[in-house]
C-alpha cells in the first residue's frame, strides 16, 4: 500500500498493528523454543521472524520513504526534519535486521536474537506513535 492510502491514519495505522502483532507472536515462539533449548526449531523461526521484518515492516518503510515522505515534505517543508528522523528510525531497523541476520548465518542462536527483537517491537511501537502523532496529525 502506498500513496494517498497510507495518508489515512486508520488505514495506516492498521498496517502498523498487524505487522507488529505478528512480530510480538514470533518473538514469544522464538523466545519458547530457546527456553526449551529447542535448536533446530530456534534456527527455523529465526528464518521465519527475519522474513517477517523485511517482508513487513522494512517494505512498508521502503515505500514510505519512495512515496508518502516525498509528498509530504513536497506538500509541507516544515515536514523535512521530521521526515529525517523518522528515516533513522528505519536505518535503525534496517540494521538491527542485519544484525540478526549475521547471527543467524553463524548459528549462534541466543539472548542476543531476543535483545534485537524487543529493540526492533520497542523502536517500531515508538516510529509507528510519531508517524501518527507527528506526521499525519496535520494531515487529515
Ligand atoms: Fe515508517
Ligand atoms: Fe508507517
Redesign the pocket.
Known sequence: MSGPS?KKQDA?SS??EAALNEAKELRSLFYKCLKDGEKEKALQVAEIVIEHWESRTLK??ES?EEG?YKELVEENADLNHLVIKLTRDHDLMRRMVEQMKELLIKNEMDERMIALLDSLIIVDSI??ED?MNKLLASNE
Open positions: 497510507l495506516h498496517i502498523h512498508h518503510a514510505e508518502l516510529h509507528n508517524e
